[in-house]
Nanobody
Framework: QVQLVESGGGLVQAGGSLRLSCAASGRTFSMYAMGWFRQAPGKEREFVAAIGWSVSSTYYANSVKGRFTISRDNAKNTLYLQMNNLKPEDTAVYYC???????????????????WGQGTQVTVSA
């Protein structure tokens, strides 16, 4: 059974930074593309960033490109999202996702895989 546990969310002022982590277990972490998605109140869940099984391959939503960096440590079975220059519109619950079909990423969007974490709240104050 795949388990994904996010951590690192919190309250930060605009312009600040946060680093999210996602600890994965239940299957061979290094074999699957991973992603981050987010959902703001009253809005649909949206794609943020994805990384292929090869750590050099990354994909970003246009709204976060240049500010967020996705990375993974396959030895630690952990996915990261470094978020810099945060804006109030980044406020959302952030979800870790496993099994992203990376070859279907296009136009700054990736589809989601089958497995989700429970989410971690990120709140950016103006």
């Amino acid at each position: 059974q795949v388990q994904l546990v996010e951590s690192g969310g919190g309250l930060v002022q605009a312009g600040g930074s946060l680093r999210l982590s996602c600890a994965a277990s239940g299957r061979t972490f290094s074999m699957y593309a991973m992603g981050w998605f987010r959902q703001a109140p009253g809005k649909e869940r949206e794609f943020v960033a994805a990384i292929g099984w090869s750590v050099s391959s990354t994909y970003y939503a246009n709204s976060v490109k240049g500010r967020f960096t996705i990375s993974r440590d396959n030895a630690k079975n952990t996915l990261y999202l470094q978020m810099n220059n945060l804006k109030p519109e980044d406020t959302a619950v952030y979800y870790c996702n496993s099994g992203v079909p990376y070859n279907r990423c296009a136009d700054y969007v990736c589809p989601a895989g089958n497995y989700w974490g429970q989410g971690t709240q990120v709140t950016v104050s103006a």
